[in-house]
């Protein structure tokens, strides 16, 4: 389901074992693109995926983590590819949805032309109905939060009525389910 | 001779108004390559939501919540905001309530100087276009960019949206091409991809320098003060991520309690704003998160504006209009929206809920002045995900406006347009002879205001009622025929038919005291004589129920009248309890056949053509007609056309731009498409359908009641 949903938007959807293979996924997109620099999301579990393509060396790739505020901030702006994680995938409406309480996280997935979805299967479920409790609780902590509910790259029909990919954030969505 | 005057209180600002609109209406036709645009996208955007709610097996219990979450949180709307107001300043958000326009731009501009802001960057917001927000901070000297690509384009153009979601819709690719051409002082090639790439380019640099970004709300959340914003472009991430200081503005009513709420309005609003599930991107928001630049708190800020809400919401016909989710569902089926468009048919707030919500955020006369574009056919309700009773409040604004300033001395001529039904037919053949003569014909057009090249149907003095008067009727189920004026005085072979087909199916059939169904009146507000109507016909209806009648209509303005439109003008339990007894002949036979009761004809038909009129589709949001006959193994084809003829009873009749130029244009679409058909005859419920289709196709019409009847055996 989450697969036609997304394919259904003009979505890329490919299902890998781990990490590993993702990471090789990420570069092989990232070469055919000519792509210097890819940004990867402050997320602990993704530093084994991040050091895997840093590894093969032939790609700048920089996180919050890694870099200072101001170098990230310059690096994000230029960067063509963002990889985040989530923290839930709707199977029904092929929808992403991704906690950020820091902006740094939230403009990985909306700066770069491409952006790659992590998803374990674990944080899949069937529709958004069973999101329901996991956002009401995310918008009732005591910290500042912003909750992306991401279901296709950027898209516009504004100009005679031709639905365009791409406007102001990513052109292509990438969604990876592991495991 | 009352009808040769003008109302001797026609006051000068409804005298100018009719002009303005006029000479609108006239560009408005004359514009063809505008005319294409706003159709196609209005056609497909009805087509989109139709299909998508057709599909969904939950349709009714998501349309049903929609209505009750926004009923519950307009009556507690003080309630809600509170909490809302005190969840969000816990996050840390700066909230402030605007009663009016003018307090609302004060709050704007003194955050924008407070952060010495020199660009703002803003994505769509229709509350925003409502209070001229834009304008105001260009006026106070400060850069404002709309990111929005349609709204951009409006932007440059130097227009307002002309349509609530789709901008730019109106708009060709040529136009848009030139505009940014223009704007950019380059040549832009006319490809739409590409000008997006370039749109893109240069908004980026205006989203990474911006000082402070502005937003509207989709909805806001009072258990957690979050706000919710819609969008598919993704320019409503960039506005509110990068800028150090953001400002949401707007309306109370989108208060809600819960974000369960939010998930099913959400649902119910892109289903009928694109027919899909979900946009690509919903954001919610609250508190300002850790700016990627520098690691403060971002400063975030939230204006709820009044302006006119609350007034709104104290006056009963009015209150629901707050249910409004913006999806533009009215705007697209539309039928005179869909030639027009948001610039003529629309003050800011644009289509047919774009009427009430002028008359209080803006004025009556505002308001008032383009009532005239309704033709009451009932559609924007019907399509609305709230069930919003527009046309009810349109018919209330033009009462108001005419109370106020008089009414147009042609609109009083057809609230009253029974008596002359009666007259034409009680003088028949005669009056037949006389609507056949051009010299009259210009004469009533100089004088009256008919319209010379609208033919008039033919008028009997052998009515149906006279006729039936000498009928015996018998069967052991009671029905009691509500007779529209059509079927009574110009072709009483359609309640021959009616009656037969009831009769062969073991109906005993009676019409009972009535008047016309006060139809015409309701189309130019002149509600009172709707409400008498009403009155009578429910009184004497309630009285056949009660005697253990199922009341029939073959009229679908009729039909819709008694299920529909009394229940919501009366109020009164006896007008539902005639709503809930009434139904159109084929509903009726439906039944019957669900029953295994029905007595299924011999003979076949021939191949024909279906058209549904909007009053059926008003009521039963189908055609049972088109499923009884389909049942039968007739070949009966719906036309592939989802809005109104055109005609909307008297309005094609009027002369000139007031409206059967109007109405030919509306009907163009479904003209087209009907001679495509390639089939002998039409089938459509109304008569008024049927004279528009005849007028513009030169095709035979008949009524499906009068097909059905020819085939039993008799």
């Known amino acids: 389901m989450l697969n036609s949903q997304v394919t259904a938007v ?15 996924y990420v570069t092989e997109i990232a070469v055919a693109r000519n792509v210097k620099r890819i940004v990867v999301s402050d997320d602990p579990t993704l530093s084994e995926f991040s050091a895997a393509i840093v590894r093969k060396g032939l790609i700048e790739v920089t996180s919050p983590i890694t870099l200072s505020r101001e170098d990230f901030f310059a690096s994000l702006k230029i960067a063509e590819i963002g990889v985040s994680s989530v923290d839930l995938a709707v199977a029904e409406t092929g929808t992403l949805i991704i906690s950020t309480s820091d ?4 403009l990985v997935t909306a700066l770069p032309e ?45 100009i005679g009525d031709m639905v365009i990919l791409g406007v102001h954030g990513p052109k292509e969505l990438h969604v990876l389910l592991l495991g | 001779m009352r009808y040769f005057k003008e109302a001797p209180h026609l006051d000068r600002t409804i005298a100018e108004a009719h002009d303005r609109l006029i000479s609108k209406i006239r560009a408005g036709l004359a514009n063809t390559e505008q005319r294409t645009a706003l159709y196609a996208g209005t056609e497909s955007g009805t087509e989109a939501a139709q299909k998508a709610l057709a599909a969904l097996p939950d349709k009714r219990a998501l349309l049903r919540e ?9 009556q507690h709307l003080d309630e809600n905001l509170e909490n809302f107001i005190q969840s969000a300043k816990s996050a840390g958000v700066h909230v402030q309530v605007a009663s009016d326009a003018a307090t609302a731009i004060q709050l704007v501009l003194s955050i924008i100087q407070q952060a010495r802001a020199k660009l703002v960057v803003k994505s769509k917001s229709m509350t925003g276009e409502e209070i001229d927000l834009r304008q105001h901070i260009e006026e106070a000297g400060v850069h404002v960019v709309e990111t929005d690509l349609g709204e951009r384009i409006i932007q440059l153009a130097n227009q307002r949206p002309a349509h609530m979601i789709a901008p730019a819709i109106h708009m060709t690719v040529r136009q848009v091409t030139d505009l940014f051409s223009k704007h950019l002082g380059t040549e832009v090639p006319p490809d739409p991809p590409q000008i997006t790439a370039i749109a893109r380019e240069s908004l980026r640099h205006d989203f990474l320098t911006a000082d402070v970004g502005i937003t509207g709300a989709n909805f806001a959340i009072a258990e957690s003060g979050a706000i919710v914003i819609v ?3 993704g320019n409503g991430r960039l506005v509110t991520s990068l800028p ?39 954001t919610i928001s609250r508190g300002g998160s850790k700016l990627a630049k520098t690691g403060l708190p971002q400063e975030q800020h939230f204006i709820i504006l009044d302006n006119g809400r609350s007034t709104m919401r104290r006056d009963s016909t009015f209150q629901e209009a707050l249910y409004c989710l913006r999806c533009g569902a009215c705007n697209d089926i539309c039928p005179t929206f869909r030639v027009f468009g948001g610039h003529v048919f629309g003050h800011i707030y644009t289509g047919p809920i774009g009427v009430p919500w002028t008359k209080f955020t803006s004025t009556l006369d505002a308001a008032g002045e383009i009532a005239p574009l309704c033709i009451s056919c009932g559609l924007c309700q019907q399509a609305c995900p709230e069930s919003i009773d527009i046309p009810l409040m349109i018919a209330k604004v033009k009462e108001t406006y005419t109370e106020t300033h008089g009414q147009l001395a042609i609109n009083r001529t057809l609230c009253n347009y029974e008596s002359f039904v009666k007259l034409a037919s009680t003088l028949a053949p005669v009056s037949n002879f006389m609507l056949e003569q051009p010299v009259f014909r210009r004469i009533l057009q100089r004088t009256l205001g008919l319209d010379a090249r609208r033919p008039f149907p033919q008028f009997t003095r052998r009515t149906l009622k006279k006729w039936f008067r000498s009928h015996e009727s018998s069967g052991s189920r009671r029905t009691a025929y509500f007779v529209d004026t059509y079927a009574d005085m110009c072709e009483p072979e359609i309640g021959k038919a009616v009656v037969g087909v009831l009769e062969a199916n073991d109906c005993k059939v009676f019409i009972p005291n009535q008047v016309g169904s006060g139809m015409p009146a309701f189309l130019y507000g002149d509600l009172k004589t709707t409400t008498k109507a009403a009155k009578h016909n429910v009184e004497h209806l309630a009285q056949a129920v009660l005697e253990g009648c199922e009341i029939i209509s073959s009229e ?7 299920k529909d439109l009394y229940p919501r003008i009366l109020g009164s339990d006896e007008a539902k309890t005639v709503a809930a007894h009434s139904h159109d002949l084929f509903a009726y036979l439906l039944g019957l056949h669900n029953e295994a009761k029905l007595k299924m004809p011999m003979k076949q038909m021939e191949p024909a053509a279906y058209h549904l009129p909007c009053h ?40 000139g731009l007031e409206g059967y130029d109007v109405s030919m244009a509306v009907g163009e679409k479904l003209f087209d498409r009907l001679k495509a058909m390639n089939v002998g005859i039409v089938l459509t419920e109304s008569s008024v359908c049927k004279m528009q289709i005849e007028h513009g196709t030169s095709l035979k019409v008949i009524h499906p009641a009068v097909a059905l009847w020819s085939l039993y055996e008799k």
């Open chain 1, 10 to 24: 003009k979505g890329f959807f490919k299902r890998l074992p781990d990490l590993q293979s993702a990471s090789e």
């Open chain 1, 103 to 106: 902006e740094s996280n939230r």
């Open chain 1, 114 to 158: 491409v952006h790659v979805a992590i998803v374990p299967r674990s944080k899949l479920i069937p529709s958004l109905a069973e999101a329901r409790s996991y956002l009401s609780q995310e918008t009732r902590s005591n910290r500042a939060v912003t909750l992306s509910l991401i279901s296709s790259s950027s898209r516009t029909s504004d």
């Open chain 2, 66 to 74: 929609a209505r009750r979450i926004k009923y519950d949180a307009i």
């Open chain 2, 231 to 233: 969008t598919n472009e």
């Open chain 2, 244 to 282: 150090p200081v953001t400002i949401a503005v707007f309306g109370s009513e989108k208060i809600i309690p819960s974000m369960t709420d939010a998930l099913t309005l959400l649902r119910a609003l892109v289903l009928s704003a694109a027919g899909k599930k979900i946009t690509s991107y919903v």
């Open chain 2, 556 to 562: 679908p303005t009729a039909t819709y009248c008694l």
């Open chain 2, 616 to 655: 059926t589709r008003s009521v039963y949001d189908k055609s049972n007609a088109l499923e009884l006959l389909k049942l039968m193994g007739a070949d009966v084809r719906p036309v592939d056309y989802n809005t109104c003829c055109g005609i909307a009873g008297t309005f094609g009749f009027k002369r």
